[in-house]
């Protein structure tokens, strides 16, 4: 019945849109003192994906149906300014005017047009500076690209940008790994996400507050600090708005699947902002793998004054999923005669529940257009519980299958965060400078809850042919405590150098003093302390650096970019004997050309090479060695592209060589030359779409996108082999003006392929085809 509702409903607003004639809007944007026509000032039709810029002398045209609309005009340097027409003859007329403002680069955003191919600028960078004008690889997945592929994880989101591939482990355990290595930073908000860093993944929740992600790619630790070998992954909220904004989407999908989300935001006096958004998934999951997320948000942008911005967001989510260890496979990686690879082998008492509180408040003060002062708070409540009978043994038979190892811990973090920064614009002689000096500081307290899972459902044998997965019950009980307490402080300097219109140059330092304290108490199932465990304390220090040049032959054309920056992280890994192992060390250099040509295309083109010592491997169960180093070489190709009126396309392609290199022969485990886990060495993406701009069909869109995996080992011995794998996906949509009926296709030729793997020979299957249906409104 909800099905046949939910149809109707579609059909209904399917037969609403008409046909309506074209209207010309030409004007002119002004310097409000000065009267002079402003160059370059983005103009977004908002609630469509129709803009346009200014050329040299500040004037406009574009053509819109007839109707009412939002246009907004933003210009660096310049407040924003909205305005409200009703087009009713062919042509119109309407001039603007732009009044400077103080806050300077920050006040134009990758969002104010989503059209403007090659004009983003990254939060991330925190340079407030286009792409091809930094010597660095960046990215972007705009929301524009999230609602055509109708994607509502982190995951899957990601998986549009090259030479990253997102790895869902364990049920809902989300890592990456970027050019080869699992060494990254996601950051929310610019903040920080330590957990990633202390466990390798961690649970992520659904994407309904989301504007955009950004990926910067190589080591950014004169930023963020340390750990981000591979990169860099920041998620952008959405803000409040200058003028009343909501939306709302319902997805109904293949197993059962429902996702709901809705957002409302504008102003609430001429000083103060909010934003609301929810978000929730059900379903039932591929594999009978379920899913259950709930989250919400609050934004409030308050601007008592012209130069003050103070800024408040509260998130909170609670998840459940139910976890999956995979199918084991036999010694040559292919999937056992009479195993389907549809059955999940799991005990349904196995969990992962997720639960966080998120606070961040930043406050920023402008002294003048060239200087300002910003402090960023944040603190963050963490708490996971994960239960799972994680090894499945296969007998000689093959027909049935052991569960062991019954796993269980419950991660509670809490972390406090604040940075401090002082941006700076100024000139020396004729060389301009974007200079960034700041401050961090982080506290962090884990405390992981372990013990024993006991009760007759455990170390239970199931036929690999229709098992009876409930074999009776099963709970842990808690006795020991692991406790981690790290505290970080930093210095860091970025100078971003134009030296002149062709030749650019960026500069960064940053002091990190690290300080973590670990021990293990043992404890009763009511966590009451039994036995203090000896303290270790675990002091170090790091000097991060990083430099680049650019040279842009044709200006704002063409980059031929080359940097090179160094990497950190801190050893937290204490054996049963106390030995504390050295900090992981490495570096990268890079080079690459970026090309972008009338906010139609752009395209980047690199090669890098990337090292990382002092990896720690196990030796045995309860040993652990510190052996070896890796590294890995590749290239990456990526280009996007809007040629025409509502045909958009984004293609990339990464080469990557990651290699044990050679080590202390006497400890080395594993032969130099093999290759790193989870690093295929080809991979590409392409995402497609094309919307009609005009006639009857007028909104009617298409998309097709596919994503290729090589070949790839689960284990540094290379004993097993992921196969390489095509998955096509598709959408079809129609756009109306404030209504969008949307239906997605993945994995069209449902292709078996697996993604991921624990313990070596246990794989994850891919989902197979799946489909969504979808119905939002925004206004």
């Known amino acids: 019945?909800?099905?046949?509702?939910?149809?109707s409903a579609l059909l209904l607003l399917a037969i609403t849109a008409y046909a309506q004639s074209s209207i010309t809007i030409t004007g002119t944007v002004k310097d409000q003192i000065t009267g002079k026509g402003i160059p370059n000032?983005?103009?977004?039709?908002?609630?469509?994906?129709?803009?346009?810029?200014?050329?040299?002398?500040?004037?406009?045209?574009?053509?819109?149906?007839?109707?009412?609309?939002?246009?907004?005009?933003?210009?660096?340097g310049y407040q924003k300014n909205s305005k409200h027409i009703s087009l009713s003859r062919a042509t119109h007329m309407l001039e603007v005017t732009l009044t400077k403002n103080i806050n300077g680069l920050d006040e134009v955003l990758i969002d104010s047009d989503p059209n403007k191919i090659g004009k983003e600028i990254l939060n991330v960078n925190k340079l407030g500076v286009q792409g091809i004008d930094i010597p660095v690889t960046a990215y972007s997945v705009n929301a524009k690209v999230m609602e055509q592929r109708n994607v509502s994880d982190l995951g899957d989101a990601v998986k549009s940008a090259t030479g990253v591939r997102p790895i869902n482990r364990y049920g809902g355990f989300?890592?990456?790994?970027?050019?080869?290595?699992?060494?990254?930073?996601?950051l929310v908000d610019g903040v920080r996400d330590e957990r990633h860093n202390l466990s390798t993944s961690a649970p992520s929740t659904n994407l309904s507050n989301v504007e955009r992600i950004e990926v910067l790619k190589g080591p950014a630790g004169v930023l963020y600090g340390h750990s981000a070998l591979g990169g860099i992954i920041n998620i952008v909220r959405k803000k409040p708005s200058y003028t009343q904004k909501a939306n709302f989407k319902s997805t109904y999908g293949s197993f059962d699947t429902y996702n709901i989300e809705g957002g409302v935001g504008g102003p609430i006096s001429d000083k103060l902002r909010y934003r609301v958004d929810l978000g929730m998934t059900r379903t039932s999951g591929w594999r009978d793998y379920g899913v259950a997320t709930n989250n919400g948000s609050l934004m409030l942008d308050f601007t008592p004054s012209t130069k003050d911005e103070l800024s408040f967001y509260f998130q909170t989510n609670s998840d459940v999923y139910d976890t999956d260890t995979g199918i084991p496979v036999d010694e040559d990686s292919n999937v056992i005669e009479g195993m389907n690879p549809e059955t999940r082998y799991n005990d349904p008492q196995d969990h992962l529940k997720h639960k966080r509180f998120d606070y961040q408040i930043k406050y920023t003060h402008h002294f003048s257009e060239d200087l300002k002062l910003s402090d960023h708070l944040s603190y963050s409540d963490d708490d996971i519980d994960y239960l799972s009978t994680e090894f499945l043994e296969v007998n000689e038979r093959q027909d049935s299958i052991t569960r062991a190892f019954p796993f269980y811990f419950n991660h509670q973090t809490k972390t406090f965060q604040n940075q401090l920064d002082l941006s700076y614009t100024f000139k020396t002689g004729g060389i301009e400078h974007k200079a960034l000096l700041g401050n961090s500081v982080s506290i962090l307290d884990r405390r992981t809850f372990r013990g024993e899972v006991v009760g007759p459902g455990t170390f239970t044998t199931i036929s690999v042919q229709n098992p009876v997965l409930n074999q009776g019950h099963i709970e842990a009980v808690d006795t020991r405590v692991d406790v981690k307490k790290e505290v970080v402080y930093a210095f860091y300097l970025q100078d971003w150098i134009?030296?002149?219109?062709?030749?650019?140059?960026?500069?960064?330092?940053r002091y990190d003093r690290f300080t973590g304290t670990y021990y293990r108490d043992a404890i009763d199932n009511n966590r009451d302390l039994i036995t203090a465990g000896d303290r270790t304390k675990i002091p170090s220090s790091s000097l991060s650096y990083r430099a680049g040049l650019i040279y842009q032959p044709i200006k704002d054309v063409v980059s031929i970019f080359a940097s090179y920056s160094n990497?950190?992280?801190?050893?937290?890994?204490?054996?049963p004997d106390g030995t504390v192992f050295d900090p992981e060390t490495g570096?990268?250099?890079e080079l690459g050309v970026k090309f972008q040509k009338n906010n139609k295309i752009a395209a980047t083109i690199s090669a890098y090479y990337m090292l990382k010592n002092n990896i720690v491997e196990r030796t045995s169960v309860d040993n652990y060695q510190q052996i070896g180093s890796a590294?890995?070489?590749?290239?990456?190709?990526?280009?996007e592209s809007e040629p025409v009126a509502g045909l958009y396309f984004k293609l990339g392609y990464a080469f990557v060589d990651a290699k044990i290199r050679d080590y202390d022969e006497a400890l080395q485990t594993v032969p130099a030359g093999n290759k790193l886990p989870f690093a295929p060495e080809n991979s590409t993406n392409f995402w497609g779409n094309y919307e009609f701009q005009k006639g009857i069909i007028q909104g009617l869109g298409i998309g097709v996108g596919m994503n290729y995996v090589d070949k790839n080992y689960t284990d540094s011995s290379n004993t097993y082999e992921l196969p390489s794998y095509t998955t096509i996906d598709g959408a079809l949509y129609y756009q109306a003006k404030k209504v969008r009926i949307g239906l997605n296709i993945n994995n069209i030729a449902d292709e078996l392929y697996f993604t991921d793997a624990i313990y070596s020979n246990q794989f994850f299957p891919g989902q197979g085809r799946n489909y969504k249906v979808s119905l939002s409104y925004k206004f």
Do not use: H, W
Not at 174 to 183: A, C, L
Not at 631 to 639: A, K, L, P, V, W
């Open 1 to 7: 019945m909800k099905k046949l509702v939910l149809c």
């Open 587 to 589: 570096f990268q250099n």
């Open 498 to 509: 134009k030296i002149s219109d062709k030749l650019k140059g960026l500069i960064g330092l």
């Open 174 to 186: 989300q890592t990456f790994r970027i050019r080869g290595f699992n060494n990254f930073v996601l």
């Open 567 to 575: 990497y950190f992280k801190p050893s937290r890994r204490v054996t």
């Open 41 to 76: 000032v983005s103009i977004s039709v908002q609630e469509t994906n129709l803009g346009t810029t200014t050329n040299q002398e500040g004037t406009y045209s574009i053509s819109l149906e007839k109707g009412a609309y939002e246009i907004l005009f933003s210009a660096m």
């Open 631 to 639: 590294d890995s070489r590749g290239i990456e190709f990526d280009i």
